[in-house]
């Protein structure tokens, strides 16, 4: 059987997806598409912002900014470069985008697990009854002088329980974010089949912000889920081959 499911790279149009819905809206950080005015108008309003490329993958070429008192931190992967004027940030930026299209996102600080950041993964799959389920939930969990949490950035792979234990929720705390990610998955699922048809899967970025909330970081739509092949209790990635199957996907 062929593996079939739609896709989409384009960051910039699955955010306006995400946007047009006011449930979904509110989980959303602010999003700009990258040039000097928006690069202005979104360290004016927030200390720090992500560069990140609006068909990329993987964690690869996002970079941090942070607005300090008389000058501007980049750090990307684990250097970090200064920069005293706007101007001098938008051509460093700019040099670095070349032809490709860039988004710029309000950073969100990313919750702790035994002092690593982390952000969560949903994974949203399509049933043959036509249906979405949120098939599973684990942790990307980062380095600590890292920019992204990314597995093949070197982030490690955790259990959604572990980690948020890690993180000071007790165990009604977890339930209860547990079943509002769920709930968040299937939305973002219904929201993309409105808009294109034939999606089976999706793989949402999620950060839990300071005062618990989810934020949607992006949503992937070739979601890899290889690495829990490699945990000690296989029931995530049974189960998200399980329907993977129903459209093909053995990996």
Known sequence: MKYKSSSLKNKWTKTKWLLEQPRLRKHVPRTMLFNRKNLQSMLSAHRMIYFKPADGSGGAKIIRIKRLASRYRIQYKTKKSYYLTLDALHQKLQRFAGSRSFLLQKGIRLARTNGKP??????????????????????????????????????????????????????????????QLKQ??????????????????????????PKGKPWILEVNTSPRFYP???????????????????????S
Do not use: P
Not at 126 to 132: A, E, F, L, Q
Not at 201 to 206: A, I, N, S, T
Not at 236 to 250: D, E, P, S, V
């Open 118 to 179: 982390f952000d969560i993964r949903v994974m949203v799959q399509k049933t043959n009854r036509g249906n979405w389920v949120s098939s599973a939930i684990f942790t990307k969990i980062g380095e600590r002088n890292k920019v992204t949490t990314n597995y093949n950035q070197g982030g490690a792979i955790g259990y959604f329980n572990e980690t948020m234990a890690g993180a000071g929720y007790d165990t009604l705390k977890i339930q209860q974010l547990e079943q």
């Open 184 to 209: 968040l998955g299937v939305a973002v699922g219904n929201n993309f089949e409105h808009h294109v048809e034939g999606f089976r899967e999706l793989g949402l970025d999620v950060a839990i912000g």
């Open 228 to 250: 829990l092949k490699h945990m000690a209790d296989k029931k995530l990635y049974q189960r998200i081959i399980f329907y993977a199957k129903q459209y093909g996907r053995y």
